[in-house]
C-alpha cells in the first residue's frame, strides 16, 4: 500500500488534516473539543510544537503548525494516540478513531501561511454551519480578529504580520480578508499542491528537495509522491547537458552521462543499463569509480557544478501542480 511521503526538518511549516475513520464523527461534545485542544497545549510544551491556526470540524481537523525540532511524526503521534485513548474511554468505544496516518503538507509559510490561515477558517462557512467564521467557536478565527485573547500554545505574530502585526486596524484587516472569501470564489490554496506533499514555488521545492532528500535512503516504490518529486531528467536529457558543458566528443562523455543518469534520473540500474547498451551492475560499478575521480579532481568537480546547475533548470520545469 503507499504511503505519503513525510518529510521532519528543523522549523518546517505543515497543514496537517486528519479524519475520523471511515469519515465518521470525532467530536460528540464541547467537552470532547476541550479535551482536544489540550493536547494540542500539551504537544507546544512537551515537543516544542508552535501552533499558528487549527479548526476542529465534526469529522476531522485542521491544524496550521510549526516544528522548531522538526518531530511532525512525534507530535501527531501524540496528539491523534492521547486524542483516541480519551475518546475510547469516554464514549465506551475500542480501535482507531482516525483514518489511517495524518496528512501533512509542507508549505512555503511565506508565500502561503496567510492563505491557508483564511482556508481553515472558512471550513466551517464551507461546511454550511456557520454564515461567518466569527460565529463558528472551534477554530482560531476568533484569535485573529482580536475578539478573544489567544492562549499561551497559540500564536498569531506570523500570520497577523501581513496586516500590520496586532492592534484594531490588523484585526479589521484579516477579518476583511477572510471574509472576501465568502463573497468571492477564491481558488483553494490546496490545489497547488505538488506530488501531494509540497505547497510553495519551485524555488522552495528545489531548496527541500537538495537539503533534506538528496542522499536520504526513501523506499520510492511505495512512496508515490517520491517518483514524482525526485524524478530526475531521463538519460537523453542528461545527455544534452553534458554535452553542452563538457562536450560530446571527449574521451569522458559516456562516463559523465552514465554517472548523472545513475545519481539523478531517478531511473533503475536496468533501464539505465539499457539505455547505454551495459548491464545494471556495470552501471553501478562505473559510477562508483567515476565518483572516486570527481573526488580527486578539482577541476572535474566544478565541471560537476555546472553540470548540476543545468539539470536543475531541466527538472524544474518537469514539476507541475497536482490537485488536492
Known amino acids: 500500500m503507499s504511503r ?113 490561515s483564511r482556508y481553515i477558517h472558512l471550513n466551517p462557512v464551507r461546511a454550511g454551519l456557520v454564515k461567518n467564521p466569527s460565529e463558528y467557536r472551534w477554530s482560531s478565527y476568533c484569535y485573529y480578529i482580536g475578539r478573544e485573547r489567544e492562549p499561551q500554545w497559540l500564536t498569531t505574530v506570523f500570520i497577523l504580520g501581513h496586516f500590520g502585526g496586532h492592534g484594531r486596524t490588523t484585526y479589521r484587516k484579516y477579518r476583511e480578508f477572510v471574509e472576501e472569501g465568502i463573497s468571492k470564489a477564491l481558488e483553494n490554496p490546496l490545489r497547488k499542491v505538488v506530488a501531494s506533499t509540497f505547497l510553495g514555488g519551485e524555488g522552495f521545492i528545489w531548496r527541500i528537495r537538495q537539503e533534506h532528500l538528496e542522499g536520504r535512503r526513501i523506499d520510492r516504490r511505495n512512496v508515490p509522491s517520491v517518483r514524482k518529486v525526485l524524478r530526475g531528467p531521463t538519460p537523453v536529457e542528461i545527455e544534452v547537458v553534458v554535452a553542452k558543458v563538457v562536450g560530446k566528443n571527449t574521451v569522458l562523455y559516456r562516463k559523465w552521462c552514465i554517472y548523472l543518469s545513475h545519481q539523478w534520473s531517478g531511473r533503475r540500474l536496468e533501464e539505465i543499463g539499457a539505455h547505454f547498451g551495459m548491464k545494471g551492475a556495470a552501471v553501478s560499478q ?28 531541466v527538472e524544474t520545469l518537469m514539476l507541475c501542480p497536482i490537485d488536492y
Open 4 to 116: 505519503p511521503l513525510r518529510i521532519e526538518f528543523p522549523d518546517a511549516f505543515y497543514h496537517v488534516t486528519s479524519r475520523g475513520n471511515e469519515r465518521k464523527t470525532i467530536f460528540r461534545s464541547q467537552r470532547d473539543r476541550e479535551r482536544f485542544l489540550s493536547y494540542l497545549e500539551s504537544v507546544h510544551h512537551r515537543y516544542g510544537a508552535i501552533l499558528h491556526g487549527y479548526c476542529l470540524m465534526d469529522n476531522h481537523y485542521h491544524l496550521l503548525i510549526e516544528t522548531p525540532r522538526g518531530n511532525l511524526s512525534q507530535i501527531l503521534h501524540h496528539i491523534n494516540g492521547a486524542y483516541t485513548t480519551y475518546f475510547n474511554i469516554r464514549h465506551g468505544r475500542s480501535g482507531h478513531l482516525f483514518q489511517g496516518r495524518f496528512k501533512a503538507i509542507l508549505v512555503d509559510k511565506e508565500s502561503y501561511g496567510k492563505e491557508l
Open 286 to 313: 562505473m559510477s562508483r569509480r567515476f565518483r572516486k575521480v570527481l573526488e580527486k579532481d578539482e577541476k572535474m568537480g566544478r565541471l560537476l557544478d555546472r553540470i548540476k546547475k543545468e539539470l536543475l533548470i
